[in-house]
């Protein structure tokens, strides 16, 4: 959220202090409920679908969320031509997302 503020020119101290506001208002801090800190401990299985065009979530984070789960329980699913919100349009995304599910929840 802080890079897409700066991006924005939004200057740092309002930046700092809406993060500072929200997170008392949820009565949570971000770094306790952000899954990049969490993901290693889910015994869950993941399949993470990132557009690599994507300019809302940089594509490092998926990278970083990938690389933080547990190996062999987090699928990183690359679509290149995509953005934020339109990866359901990528040819066969349903058919991956249907096996992922019936591999996974059978």
Request: aromatic fraction near 10%; include cysteine; glycine fraction near 8%.
């Amino acid at each position: 959220m802080k890079k897409q503020l700066k991006d924005r020119h939004i200057p740092t101290p309002i930046i700092w202090g809406s993060m500072k506001y929200i997170q008392y208002k949820i009565g949570l801090k971000f770094s306790d409920i952000a899954p990049v800190n969490h993901i290693h401990n889910a015994s869950a299985d993941f399949l993470l679908i990132h557009g690599q065009k994507d300019v809302t979530v940089p594509k490092e984070q998926g990278e970083k969320l990938y690389a933080k789960g547990r190996k062999g329980k987090v699928e990183l699913w690359r679509l290149p031509e995509k953005g934020h919100s339109d990866c359901h349009f990528e040819e066969g995304y349903w058919e991956k997302v249907i096996e992922f599910m019936n591999l996974k929840l059978s």
